[in-house]
């Protein structure tokens, strides 16, 4: 099923609000104040590309993607960073919309290679990537150090 009345567009500050609340649904605290902080670095950064999915006239879904150079190819680089959709607005077709427009956008800039992490435990998340073509390609390793005073 389509969202019949999704529309997307670039982040813009004024999203603030409801990216924090997508980030909270994707399990990461995200208080308004910290949004903004954070969103005013990504919207800086050329290499960072944000979309937000609107329906009914407010923020739904978004997506951050980053364009890099490589070691291991001549051309650049892609990677998808965040994807969410409110709960209450998923299988509605807006994640698919949201990587579609990220895909024509990577495309537009000359990017054949796209490529995304996600957690181990979302399944569902497994299985839509899975759908649109992506293919498991390895493992990601993270070591978080201690915050020093």
């Known amino acids: 099923m389509r969202a019949a009345r ?3 567009r670039d982040a813009e500050l004024n999203d603030v609000p409801e990216l924090a609340v997508l980030m909270c649904e994707l ?3 995200t208080h308004r104040t910290e949004m903004e902080t954070r969103l005013e670095l990504i919207l800086s950064n050329p290499t960072c590309k944000t979309f937000v999915a609107i329906m009914d006239g407010s923020v739904c879904g978004m997506i951050r993607t980053l364009t890099y150079p490589s070691y291991e190819h001549n051309d ?3 990677r998808i960073l965040s ?3 409110l709960r209450a ?3 509605n077709g807006i994640g698919r919309a949201l990587i579609a427009t990220a895909e024509k956008d990577s495309a537009h800039r000359g990017i054949r290679r796209v490529s995304l992490d996600t957690r181990l435990n979302r399944e569902g998340a497994h299985k839509f990537y ?3 073509g992506y293919e ?3 493992w990601r390793f993270v070591k978080q150090r201690p915050v020093s005073n």
């Open 6 to 8: 999704c529309w997307i």
């Open 27 to 29: 399990g990461y605290e």
């Open 76 to 78: 650049a680089s892609g």
């Open 83 to 85: 994807l969410v959709t």
């Open 89 to 91: 607005a998923r299988r």
């Open 130 to 132: 899975e759908l649109l």
């Open 136 to 138: 498991r390609n390895g």
